[in-house]
């Protein structure tokens, strides 16, 4: 279960630091959740209890969060309501509520007079809700953003090339952001795509260590296509080109091993699974000829995952082996970072692995890729905190390093990162070094192979950290490098502290 993302898991009397359990299981105050699934189903609070076998008095109890929910009842609403009881945990109202507290952040709202537990409460209560605020919120700063701060509209372009209005272009909602909104609202996970890809593993009778000569052989057999990989010479800065005509898919020679059967796994993706795909991206509600363009490659690429490391071998393989990336990655043929972007999509009912979050960043703190499983707060609007050491994997390259960190609300992960390489195409294109972080909450980490060295309920084993600096409100940290926008700055030209900014903390 998670720590206390929103204050509706209370720690037992036996729990120890930062959540982890001492030896009782924590109680669950899940009320909203509760209320919220029983109006879903159009059920009234008799309606329900008769359903679960309990009095109505009990459930409004329950719903009031006065009582806890019990092992006994979670497993009576798996049950009747073939509920994943993670959806009890409060990942949606931890996610609402993060992205509340940045807009509520905003100074537009100093005078509102909202607490924090004001913002709880409408995140816990009705997690839509809160979406449409953030949407809305989001509409005006990019109608703000549009307008160039009232100097009359102002196109995209122009806010790129103007320093003084491009600090507000990381606002305006663009395809790749809705997309990715769309990905996590999924949790990540596509089972149809996950059950065909397996289907055809199972089918073609693929050997995974010979899996690229394999996906080879199905091209040229099922649809007349040859493989050739090409010098960079020919093919630049593309690495892959399906050239229809002549019947032939092109690989640049930059792709090593692992890259080169993805693309592959991707053109079958393309040619095999396009209705499947696109049934999926309508049963959506993206629009725009780029989002959905967007979204049908992002399928494709789940799908080409999914045929590379398939569902249940992956699942069984990452559970056995402590989920050690580096031996997953040997084992399938795949690079790093693909087998953590895979580890992020286990939520198979009956076959679930650690719901992990997973985050790319460059040498520059810009993040390229974001998953926030588990309730884990990205900001929406900027970047991550300094003293997350993934960015110091920059420093000892090819090395996973790891790290216990607790946000401002008291949730704890633990945290694992590498740098990993992308192909670059000589001096036009120079190969990029980036740094992948993949995390779990704490409760998770002891089925983790790299947490044996930890004392997982010392409190000197935990580095504190903020979603990023403008939403932290941490004082005294020597790493800041803006105040929290939400605090009144105090300038004192006699005194010097920690950090270069002082402010006042209530």
């Avoid at 329900?48 to 109890?61: D, K, P, R």
């Avoid at 929910?69 to 309501?81: I, N």
């Avoid at 997953?328 to 953590?340: D, P, V």
Wanted: hydrophobic share 40%.
């Amino acid at each position: 279960m998670p720590t206390k993302s929103t204050q509706t898991t209370k720690p037992s009397a036996e729990a120890g630091p930062n959540g982890a359990s001492g030896g009782r299981a924590q109680k669950v105050f899940a009320g909203p959740r509760i209320r919220r699934l029983r109006r879903e189903q159009g059920l009234t609070q008799a309606g329900m209890a008769e359903q679960l076998g309990i009095s109505a008095s009990y459930l409004n109890l329950v719903e009031r969060n006065q009582r806890p929910v019990s092992a006994q009842l979670l497993l009576k609403l798996a049950d009747s309501f073939d509920l994943n009881v993670r959806e009890l945990a409060g990942d949606d109202e931890a996610r609402a509520f993060a992205e509340l507290n940045e807009v509520f952040a905003d100074p537009l709202f100093q005078n509102a007079g909202l607490s924090r537990q004001d913002v709880q409460d409408v995140a816990a209560a009705s997690p839509s809700v809160a979406d449409a605020i953030t949407s809305l919120y989001q509409a005006y700063r990019e109608q703000l953003a549009g307008q160039g701060l009232g100097l009359g509209p102002v196109a995209p372009t122009e806010i790129i090339a103007d320093r003084d209005k491009s600090d507000h272009l990381d606002v305006m909602k663009f395809p790749v952001e809705e997309v990715r909104d769309y990905i996590h609202a999924n949790r990540n996970h596509f089972g149809e795509l996950d059950d065909a890809a397996e289907a055809l593993y199972d089918y073609r009778n693929f050997a995974q260590d010979e899996l690229y000569i394999g996906l080879r052989r199905h091209l040229d057999e099922a649809h007349g296509l040859k493989v050739r990989v090409m010098p960079v010479e020919v093919m630049g800065a593309t690495v892959r080109r399906y050239d229809r005509h002549g019947r032939r898919i092109l690989l640049s020679e930059v792709l090593d091993g692992p890259a080169r059967t993805f693309q592959l796994a991707y053109q079958i993706a393309y040619l095999e699974q396009a209705d499947l795909i696109e049934r999926t991206v309508k049963a959506s509600s993206l629009k725009g000829d780029e989002t959905l363009r967007l979204a049908r490659i992002s399928l494709a690429n789940y799908f080409a995952a999914a045929l590379i490391m398939p569902y249940s071998r992956f699942h069984a393989a990452a559970e056995e082996s402590g989920y050690d990336i580096e031996l997953l990655a040997r084992r399938f043929g795949t690079s790093f970072e693909q087998t953590c972007h895979r580890l992020t999509t286990l939520q198979r009912a009956g076959e679930r692995g650690i719901p992990f979050f997973l985050i790319r960043v460059d040498g520059a703190g810009n993040v390229s890729k974001r998953f926030a499983a588990a309730g884990f707060h990205f900001s929406r609007y900027g970047g991550t905190c300094p003293r997350w050491n993934l960015h110091d994997a920059f420093r000892t390259p090819g090395k996973i390093i790891t790290q216990i960190v607790q946000l401002p609300d008291d949730t704890t992960y633990f945290s694992i990162a590498r740098t990993v390489r992308r192909p670059g195409a000589g001096m036009l294109a120079p190969e990029q070094e980036l740094a992948v972080g993949l995390g779990c909450e704490i409760s998770e980490a002891p089925r983790l192979k790299y947490s044996k060295a930890y004392d997982l309920q010392a409190t000197e084993a935990v580095t504190p950290i903020g979603v990023n600096c403008r939403l932290c409100e941490r004082p005294d940290c020597a790493e800041r490098a803006f105040p929290p926008i939400n605090r009144k700055l105090i300038v004192d030209e006699h005194a010097r502290g920690l950090s270069s900014f002082t402010f006042q903390n209530v």
